[in-house]
């Protein structure tokens, strides 16, 4: 992708996440750690590095996994600097997966990319407020 775009916001120029409306969230069926599961697409912007990572505060209730294979549920997600496919339209790439929680919730997850970080808030079966 050239950029992210609809739901989902650049943040510190490494992921672009849905901010802005609720994730639906539905029942695992083995498909996570938790009783929800909530499918969402992360956009990684190629070449940078960083993380997204679970507050510990919610290490018990929530996970994350995001990838071209079987998910691998954690709270920290590395993010290696991917070089751009060669067809690529654009220096953003978008890799499958999402959130598994124990129930809906307004989730933070904290972003780092270099020395940077900032704590964004994700609507994960329930909306953030404000």
Known sequence: MPAPTGPRRGVLGIVGL??????????????????????TGLLVHA???????VPASWAS???????NHAPAWTT?????ACPAPPAATGRW???PGGFSLDEAACV??????GRETATVQVSVGAPCRG
């Open 76 to 80: 920290v997600l590395h993010i290696p």
């Open 18 to 39: 849905d901010t802005t409306s609720t994730v639906q969230a539905a029942r695992a069926e083995g498909a996570g750690p938790h009783r929800l599961f909530a499918k």
């Open 108 to 113: 933070p997850l904290r972003v780092r990319a």
């Open 47 to 53: 070449g940078r590095e960083g993380s997204l990572t």
């Open 93 to 95: 790439l978008v890799f």
């Open 61 to 67: 209730r929530l996970s994350i996994a995001w990838g």
